[in-house]
């Protein structure tokens, strides 16, 4: 994947993003040096996002630019896909998690979220959730 299209691909996931302002930082010229190619800010968290393909490397005054961002408070790396994007924006969002089921790590989609996506560990959690049910059931 070139450069251009991986911005292209994460500047669309970040459209659909609830709270999300977004914008792409055009280099050349005319823009700012060292600047991350995107840049966002989402429900009051910034983030700058220096994309490069899976071979390509930052430049010292985009290393720089990034160290400064988070020395900032905001959020800022070098990613390679939108998969990437997504795992920061979302683990942001909702935080991490460690399922109870298998004990692996997970990026919540939802604040109570317990279990990871796995289909055994939601068959776990759709068990738990029908045992709670019978036992208040029988309480009453
Ligand atoms: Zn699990």
């Given at each position: ?69 988070i020395a900032a ?68």
């Amino acid at each position: 994947m070139k450069e251009a299209d991986i911005v292209k691909a994460i500047m669309k996931y970040l459209k659909t993003v609830p709270g999300c302002f977004c914008w792409k930082e055009h280099g050349g010229m005319y823009g700012t040096a060292g600047i991350p190619d995107i840049i966002a800010c989402i429900n009051g968290h910034f983030y700058g996002f220096e994309v490069k393909t899976e071979s390509g490397k930052p430049t010292k005054l985009q290393e720089a630019t990034i160290r400064k961002i988070i020395a900032a408070g905001g959020t800022a790396m070098v990613v390679r896909s939108v998969e990437e994007v997504r795992a920061i924006v979302e683990g942001n969002m909702y935080g991490y998690g460690v399922c109870v089921n298998c004990g692996a790590f997970f990026i919540k989609n939802g604040s109570r979220q317990k279990y990871c996506d796995n289909p055994e560990c939601k068959k776990a959690r759709n068990r738990a959730k029908a045992q709670t049910y019978y036992h208040r059931k029988n309480n009453h």
